[in-house]
Structures are given as C-alpha cells and as structure tokens.
C-alpha cells in the first residue's frame, strides 16, 4: 500500500481523518490540476478522500489572493454581463429548491455567491426577501452592495460573523464551496448556528463516487481539501448538526437540502466502493482517450477526402 508522503516544506501540514479514524492512509496522487501538488489520499478506515499533507490556511490565503485567478480567471465583465439574466445553474438550484416552499423565505444567505447570479435568481421569483452574501473576491463585493444591494456578511467563512447573526437565514446555499474548507465539520456548525428554526440548507459538491475526466490533470485539485461520496458528506453533515430532508446524485455533482437535526450518523466504511469507484473512472478516462484517437485519423480522411474531390 502506497504510503502518505512527508513533505519537509513548511508550507504544507499533515491532518488526520475527520472522522477521528485509526486505519492508515492511502496515497492516491501526488499531483493535481495544473500540476499543482495535490496530495491525494483516502482513509482505509471509512473511505473519506482528502489532501494529506496540504497547504497551511496562511499558504491557502496567499494563494486565493495572488494565484487563483491565473489557473481560474475571473472574468468579472463576462459574469456580470451573464448576471442580467438568470445563469444555468442560478436555474437550476431555483428548480431544485421550489419544490420544498420557499415561497415566502424572508432572509438567504449565498456562502461564496460570485456575480449573485443565484441571489438574483431567487429574488426575482420570492420578491420579499433579502439578500446576504459571504464573497472573498473585492470586485465582486463592491458589485454585490452598489448594483444589487446585497449585504455581503464576511469575506471568509473562518471568521466571526456567524455571532452576529444567530437564527437569522431561512435559506441557506453553499454550491460547490464545502469541498475548499480546511475543516468542513466546524465551519458548518459555525453557519448552521445561523439557521432559523425551520431554514433550510442547500448544498451541492462534486461526487467522488462519479469523478469525471483525468483524476490527475482535472478533478484531483490544490484547492478542493476534500472530496465527498453521499456517504461521508451526510456523515460530516451529521456531525455539524444537520439532518437530510434530500439528497440526489446528478452526473458529476451530489446536491441535498438539509434542515437541523440532533444525532450524528453511525459511521459507514465506503472504503472498498470508493476504491471501485476510483478504479473505474481510469478506465473509463484511458477508454475515452483510446477512442478519441481512433476518431482522429477519420477525421483526417474525411478532411483529405472532401480535399481531393474539389480538386
């Protein structure tokens, strides 16, 4: 079994399973997108993916500041052009969430909203609402509170600002964001103290029981600090005091809405499935690119052949 490499770089830190697992720890890349180090592995205990070592949260900050946008751009002209009408995916939590009656949601709360393109979605279809948001990026702040008066809370999750708001959001949405928090389970007891009684959670994060593309070069990222199956996600959600209302796989993605709970879950091992999971996905990548290559030289024909005939 590959073990977990030591990194003597003071920018890194070694972390042990969330779930307080004994069992040892399987390397899975040394590499991630861009070809940042991306140390990859999964806990033989319960099957939880996660980066081990990582950066510090100092090298994580330095990195969203000053390095993020090279591999990432952020176009911010393009995202507030596409913010006048309602964005795909702003769609798509609206069609998600409008079957559990938000109709008459007073306060949301979008953590890492961007443009406020979802914001701007919702409150087109639930006018009496107001608006919060939690954004790092200052260009987007600024265009938050001038042009769609949208109270911008904090600028990082980690900090403070759940005390000032206690029960205060009915609805809350984090997309695609738990999967960059140093530690999930603190962070989300942290906002779950600032859900209304009956508020509710939406939450989506890629599924690592169907990752998709190259592991290495594409979804194994520096930035993503844990990778979750329903299983370990519901686990971790448990444990900061939340309880599934749903919770759906849709291609690459794995959404839910949550509501306050009580009991944390039993622990579940998906360590052999997570395996199995990890294995087919290179496979299916290899197939992709040996078909790929087979369709390249037809192409190459067909072109040579349209050539000759208007020759």
Excluded at 100 to 108: A, D, K, L, V
Aim: hydrophobic share 40%.
């Amino acid at each position: 079994m590959p073990c977990v490499p030591t990194v003597a770089d003071e920018q890194f830190e070694n972390v042990s399973c969330l779930f307080g697992c004994e069992k040892p720890l399987k390397q899975l890349s040394r590499k991630g997108q861009f070809n940042l180090p991306t140390y990859v592995c999964i806990c033989t205990g319960c099957g939880l993916v996660f980066l081990n070592p990582r950066w510090k949260k100092e090298r994580y900050e330095e990195f969203y500041k000053q390095e993020f946008s090279n591999y990432e751009p952020v176009d911010l002209d393009s995202s507030l052009k596409e913010n006048l009408d309602d964005a795909p995916e702003a769609i798509q939590v609206w069609n998600r969430l409008k079957i559990f009656n938000i109709g008459s949601t007073q306060c949301i709360l979008d953590m890492g909203c961007g443009a406020g393109s979802i914001l701007k979605t919702l409150k087109a279809r639930i006018p009496n609402s107001s608006l919060f948001a939690i954004e790092p990026q200052q260009a987007y702040q600024e265009y938050l509170k001038k042009k769609l008066s949208i109270e911008v809370v904090a600028t990082d999750v980690d900090s403070k600002w759940y005390e000032l708001y206690p029960n205060k959001f009915d609805l809350i949405i984090m997309r695609h964001v738990l999967e960059h928090f140093l530690n999930p389970i603190e962070s989300l007891k942290k906002t779950v103290s600032t859900l209304s009684p009956n508020g509710l959670l939406y939450l989506a994060v890629p599924n690592m029981m169907n990752p998709g593309g190259s592991l290495r070069r594409y979804w194994f990222r520096a930035a993503h600090t844990f990778y979750f199956s329903e299983t370990t996600l519901l686990q971790i959600l448990s444990r900061a005091g939340l309880e599934q209302i749903a919770i759906q796989s849709e291609g690459r993605e794995l959404w839910g809405v949550f509501k306050k709970g009580s009991e944390p879950l039993p622990l579940r091992s998906v360590y052999i499935e997570q395996m199995e999971a990890v294995r087919k996905a290179k496979i299916r990548y290899c197939l992709e690119c040996f078909l790929s290559s087979l369709r390249f030289p037809i192409r190459l024909f067909n072109y040579m052949k349209c050539k000759v005939a208007k020759a």
